[in-house]
């Protein structure tokens, strides 16, 4: 991978930061973080299959990702996936920035009280 700096990578889609915190839980395969994401995003993302593995190749290609022992990385199907310690910064710095916005919501009067 060439070098990026973090601040490259940022700010992430919605997809990606979903499924880096999906990780965060340890390895899993495609198909398991699809429904992840789904449940968490409750139906705010739109997701398909071919748009959740282009987001894991995309995710691999950028270092924040990688195969995780027990999984066939010939085979999609039965590939695994775990976060990597740059994916893991990368998640941190984009919670960071996210949490940055809310306050900045919070200061505006956007959110109501109490919702943080």
């Not at 748009?51 to 995710?59: Q, W």
């Not at 695994?80 to 984009?94: H, K, S």
């Amino acid at each position: 991978m060439p070098f990026r700096s973090r601040a490259s990578l940022l700010p992430l889609t919605p997809l990606s930061f979903e499924i880096l915190l999906a990780l965060l839980d340890g390895p899993q395969h495609g198909y398991a973080l699809l429904q992840a994401v789904e449940a968490r995003a409750r139906g705010v993302l739109p997701l398909r299959t071919g748009t959740m593995y282009r987001a894991l190749a995309r995710l691999m290609d950028e270092g924040l990702i990688e195969d995780a022992p027990g999984g066939d990385a010939a085979d999609d199907r039965r590939r695994a996936y775990r976060i990597t310690p740059e994916g893991r910064a990368i998640a941190r710095a984009e919670a960071s920035r996210l949490a940055d916005q809310v306050a900045a919501a919070h200061a505006h009067r956007l959110l109501p009280r109490g919702r943080r």
